[in-house]
């Protein structure tokens, strides 16, 4: 069972470049959501979906699209990156209810340059 | 406005010795969840406890035990008895029952170093 897989797991952009961060999840669960990870400031949310073609931003969206064609599946784009988008960036998914726990992935480390 | 603060950044102790991690929050809603998770040098997220707003009833599972108090609106977790294996980056996190969607809200983290 693997749970949330998140592809790559390392990545280098130069200023400007786009690319897509892949989340997978193979749990059958409705919600997913895309965090960012800085040094001191916990884990803030970028956008998240509660059910499939459904997407919602969250705290930190500037940036960022995302797309959630498929269950499983949680795009999140960068169109043009920018060094301030250098982080740790994390899916993760759920069952709906407020007392379910967030299952995550194993973090993807993203470097603009 | 929903907010979890955990106040330390770091703690560094020696392996045995007894470790608390604070938790403070804020929420004005009356039914939300909080939760503990651990982050090891390898990087993954993992989902320690919960605890829903109503249940004040303090909670141990083996050298863990956490103490929830509304008053105070705090969720702190001890650990008891450290090992070098209990370093990791621990965060606290609150799942507020008015928001759409399920979103945490996370605190800073608090870094633990175990030494032996």
């Known amino acids: 069972n693997a749970g949330v897989t998140q592809t790559p797991k390392f990545r280098v952009l130069k200023t400007g470049q786009s690319m897509t961060l892949l989340c997978a999840q193979d749990?059958?669960?409705?919600?997913m959501y895309w965090y960012r990870q800085d040094p001191g400031m916990g884990l803030r949310l970028i956008h998240y979906?509660?059910?499939?073609?459904?997407?919602a931003k969250g705290e930190v969206p500037d940036g960022y699209n995302v797309s959630r064609l498929k269950k499983q599946n949680f795009l999140l784009g960068l169109e043009s990156a920018a060094p301030s988008q250098t982080s740790v960036y994390f899916c993760a998914s759920s069952y709906p209810g407020i007392d379910t726990e967030a299952f995550f992935g194993q973090g993807t480390r993203l470097t603009v340059v | 406005a929903q907010k979890v603060t955990q106040a330390q950044t770091e703690i560094s102790v020696v392996e045995k010795e007894d470790v608390t991690l604070d938790c403070v929050y804020e929420t004005r809603d009356t039914t939300y969840y909080l939760f503990w998770y651990k982050q090891p040098p390898s990087g993954e997220l993992v989902f320690l406890i919960r605890r829903n707003s109503f249940d004040e009833q303090n909670e141990i599972s083996g050298r863990y035990s956490w103490n929830f108090q509304k008053s105070t609106s705090s969720f702190n977790f001890t650990i008891t008895a450290s090992q070098v294996v209990d370093s990791a980056v621990y965060f606290c996190?609150?799942?507020?029952?008015?928001?759409?969607?399920?979103?945490?809200?996370f605190g800073a983290g608090t870094i633990l170093r175990v030494k032996s």
């Open positions: 749990m059958n669960h409705e919600y």
């Open positions: 996190a609150l799942s507020p029952g008015m928001e759409y969607g399920n979103k945490l809200v």
């Open positions: 979906s509660v059910g499939e073609g459904t997407t």
